[in-house]
């Protein structure tokens, strides 16, 4: 089963964004593409938030959470924040999902972004004797969620990301032959991380509309910490937000 996320709109003067990223090394990287400083904030039962407007004379404000590492977690403090967001009369307009992700060679080198125009949870469902079975094969869930299509669009355009289905896994990839069975299963993929799924089903439920966005600062398949390029990475996010949150405060849900 595949989900429609829900377009909404931002070109309000009280349009807000909220960033998730897993960790605060993430969310700052986010954070250094704003030229106003931030200003930490805390909502019921979620981490510190770290808030910001865009200078663009938009009045759009990004708040930036460190949702933690993995969908589970990512998913209640994304929906944390918006539930507190909701009951506060400030909704988010829409959910982004950002950090860095391993890459499947050739589609996502090092050090290049992609933008997912599918988030897919690539390990959840069950194992049988005949291969791997995703939950909706089971006859339930739902296992993909599809961010707005013009939004992708112009975020790739700005940023020069790939598009393609972003996984979401809760076990991270170190061999060749699990990164080849998730290519075999989503011959699509460009980049694997633990977040994206779990935020996506957070803002779906809310009805607020998702994105997701990855640097990426590893190879998916053999573990290799010595090949890991996190600090490129994190500098490749930080210079894709800066790109990016023109178009997020434009991006209306008129656009096809």
């Not at 004379?57 to 998913?75: I, M, N, Q, S, W």
Request: hydrophobic letters at 50%; proline letters at 7%; charged letters at 15%.
């Amino acid at each position: 089963m595949v989900v429609q996320a829900e377009e909404g709109r931002l070109t309000t003067s009280s349009a807000r964004v909220l960033v998730a990223t897993a960790v605060p090394a993430e969310r700052d990287a986010v954070a250094r593409a704003f030229p106003e400083p931030a200003r930490e904030v805390r909502l019921p039962g979620a981490p510190a938030l770290h808030r910001t407007g865009a200078d663009t004379g938009t009045g759009t404000a990004y708040d930036l959470l460190a949702a933690g590492v993995g969908p589970a977690l990512a998913a209640a403090s994304t929906a944390t924040a918006l539930t507190a967001a909701a009951l506060s009369g400030t909704p988010y307009g829409l959910v982004v999902s950002a950090g860095i992700a391993g890459g499947f060679a050739p589609g996502a080198p090092l050090g290049s972004l992609v933008v997912a125009d599918e988030i897919t949870a690539a390990d959840l469902g069950a194992e049988t004797a005949e291969g791997f079975l995703p939950v909706t094969e089971l006859g339930f869930g739902t296992v993909t969620h599809r961010p707005p299509a013009a939004l992708v669009r112009q975020a790739a355009t700005a940023t020069g990301a790939r598009t393609g289905t972003v996984l979401t896994v809760s076990t991270v990839t170190g061999t060749a032959a699990r990164a080849d069975g998730l290519r075999a299963r989503h011959p699509r993929a460009l980049a694997e991380a633990m977040e994206g799924f779990g935020v996506a089903e957070a803002a779906v439920a809310h009805g607020v509309p998702v994105l997701e966005i990855r640097a990426v600062s590893n190879p998916v398949g053999p573990r290799d910490r010595a090949a890991w390029r996190i600090g490129e990475a994190l500098a490749a996010l930080t210079a894709a937000f800066g790109k990016l949150a023109p178009v997020l405060e434009s991006w209306n849900r008129h656009d096809r």
